[in-house]
């Protein structure tokens, strides 16, 4: 199973970006579909970001559509979320995953998690 580590959160001004990464270690992640979700304090976890195995298909929440952007670098091993036009709305642990497909949205449907990395956006 695929260990996965998030870091890069922090706190943002409202209009700000922030880059978030997840590295992967013990098996590469060109074999999955990455993911990244995220929990609001008292909120159920919430689908964000997918993005295929070759990187070339994404799908977005519609919340933060056309101000985030993920990617990965499966060289690297390691998936990146670009987050634009940040407000406060967007104060989250932020968690990456790894699952079977880029289509799925579900949590339960991802079978490796971080630990997550807090973001906060301040108005």
């Known amino acids: 199973q695929v260990q996965l580590v998030e870091s890069g959160g922090g706190l943002v001004r409202a209009g700000g970006s922030l880059t978030v990464s997840c590295a992967a270690s013990?098996?590469?992640?060109?074999?999955?579909?990455m993911g990244w979700f995220r929990q609001a304090p008292g909120k159920e976890r919430e689908f964000v970001a997918s993005?295929?195995?070759?990187?070339?298909?994404?799908y977005y929440a519609d919340s933060v559509k056309g101000r985030f952007t993920i990617s990965r670098d499966n060289a690297k091993n390691t998936v990146y979320l670009r987050m634009n036009s940040m407000t406060p709305e967007d104060t989250a642990v932020y968690y990456c995953?790894?699952?079977?497909?880029?289509?799925?949205?579900?949590?339960?449907?991802?079978?490796?998690w971080g630990q997550g990395t807090q973001v906060a956006g301040s108005s």
């Open positions: 993005i295929s195995r070759s990187g070339i298909t994404t």
């Open positions: 995953a790894a699952g079977p497909s880029v289509e799925r949205r579900q949590a339960v449907d991802f079978s490796s």
């Open positions: 013990g098996r590469t992640i060109s074999t999955y579909a």
